[in-house]
């Protein structure tokens, strides 16, 4: 009965949520959150079938969170026991596992909602690709991003927060309520990962072509860089080398440690013996057909072969010349993507467990494609308009 309450509430809740929306940003399509609120769904229904004969970390959120009595900490512990304290309030209210995961999953809705804005805002040029395919469209709709973030666990929440504050960036005055709220999650979830979007943010805009003031400026590095003062024990703290004297070579040794622990499995990879190309390839484009480690493998198979093909598409000398001139939305994305996915080589090693990771950053990369295609279709527009004769 819970189920089909929060269901119905959720509904109700969409509904006001989209219309808002569309008020402010007409450039959306109703169909297209519709069809993507159904498709999501469909994907919780196909993630809770699968924790029905197998083993589910969501599982284990749930019977961590059922231990929780009243003293709900959602400040103090950051990864897992932050999932855990974040869902044991909705456990106190009678939510069953299947009504917690239906919660989380709609997370994850909202996070394709502003990712949907992040690109449509930034970007107004429609780009098809493989001949036909309308490209925004085909990225919302990715499969796997849909399965790693249609249940309770990190991924949906997560997602949802690296979207919002994606989507402020462009208005952080206007937006910083958002942007708080995104922040908020994406540190308590993955500190690390708030250090790489910071980093970005930082570079980005001092290199963008957007002009902003120096106080603009120097109040931007010394809010990122007092954050990040404040919060390095916690980031420091992932891979207990908070009070290390050589924190190079204790991030090494704990490295070596995750890889040997995810190596254990079916599906592990020896990507501490890989150059680093090799390491970024395979986090970003494996697993492929030729090393599918499960049946889910093969339809993650056929999505980053997609991922490969689109990849392929900036590998020219114009994606270097624009790059360096780019706005500072395609750097912070391009650096955000870029760091994340380098920390990230040296303790995946498992593509089980790289298949979820690499949801969180992928949109960041697929945003600096599209702007790069974008911009490629607009300058040829441009130079095919006739001239007129004065």
């Known amino acids: 009965m819970d189920f089909i309450?929060?269901?119905i509430l959720l509904l109700v809740v969409n509904?006001?949520?989209?219309?808002?929306?569309?008020?402010k940003y007409p450039f959306l399509s109703l169909k297209l959150l519709n069809n993507l609120f159904l498709?999501?769904?469909?994907?919780?229904?196909?993630?809770?079938?699968?924790?029905?004969?197998?083993?589910?970390?969501?599982?284990?959120?749930?019977?961590?969170?059922?231990?929780?009595?009243?003293?709900?900490?959602?400040?103090?512990?950051?990864?897992?026991?932050?999932?855990?304290?974040?869902?044991?309030?909705?456990?106190?209210?009678?939510?069953?596992?299947?009504?917690?995961m239906l919660l989380f999953s709609w997370f994850g809705y909202i996070g394709f909602i502003y990712a949907y804005l992040f690109f449509r805002e930034n970007i107004s040029v429609d780009v098809k690709v493989f001949k036909k395919y309308d490209l925004l469209?085909?990225?919302?709709?990715f499969p796997n991003m849909h399965f790693w973030t249609a249940s309770l666990g990190k991924g949906s929440l997560i997602f949802m927060g690296l979207m919002l504050f994606a989507f402020s960036l462009k208005k952080p005055r206007e937006r910083i309520f958002l942007l708080l709220i995104g922040g908020y999650f994406i540190y308590m979830i993955r500190p690390p990962v708030m250090l790489f979007i910071l980093s970005g943010v930082m570079v980005g805009i001092l290199t963008g072509r957007e002009k902003l003031g120096l106080g603009s400026r120097i109040a931007i590095i010394f809010a990122s860089v007092g954050f990040l003062y404040m919060a390095n024990s916690t980031i420091l703290g992932v891979a207990k080398i908070e009070n290390s004297d050589n924190a190079v070579e204790e991030f090494q040794d704990y490295s070596v440690a995750q890889t040997d622990r995810l190596e254990?499995?079916?599906?592990?990879?020896?990507?501490?013996?890989?150059?680093?190309?090799m390491k970024l390839f395979t986090f970003w484009f494996r697993p492929l057909f030729v090393d599918s480690p499960s049946f889910l493998g093969l339809f993650s198979s056929a999505e980053n072969l997609i991922y490969l093909l689109l990849f392929f598409k900036i590998c020219n000398k114009r994606f270097i010349v624009f790059i360096r001139k780019s706005p500072y939305m395609?750097?912070?994305?391009?650096?955000?993507?870029?760091?994340?996915?380098?920390?990230?080589?040296?303790?995946?090693?498992?593509?089980?467990?790289?298949?979820?990771?690499?949801?969180?950053?992928?949109?960041?990369g697929f945003f600096v494609i599209y702007y790069f295609l974008a911009q490629e279709k607009w300058n040829k527009q441009q130079k095919e308009k006739p001239v007129i004769a004065q």
């Open 330 to 364: 395609v750097k912070v994305s391009a650096i955000t993507f870029l760091l994340s996915s380098f920390a990230m080589t040296f303790v995946m090693s498992n593509l089980g467990i790289i298949m979820r990771q690499k949801t969180m950053v992928m949109y960041f």
């Open 5 to 7: 309450l929060l269901f």
């Open 137 to 141: 469209q085909l990225l919302l709709f």
């Open 39 to 100: 498709y999501h769904v469909f994907f919780f229904g196909v993630y809770y079938a699968t924790t029905i004969f197998s083993l589910s970390d969501s599982r284990e959120y749930y019977k961590s969170a059922c231990e929780i009595d009243s003293n709900w900490d959602i400040i103090s512990y950051t990864g897992t026991r932050f999932i855990d304290n974040f869902a044991a309030p909705f456990v106190s209210l009678g939510f069953s596992y299947e009504t917690i």
């Open 15 to 23: 509904k006001i949520l989209t219309s808002n929306l569309l008020r």
């Open 264 to 277: 254990k499995s079916n599906s592990g990879v020896d990507m501490q013996s890989y150059p680093l190309p």
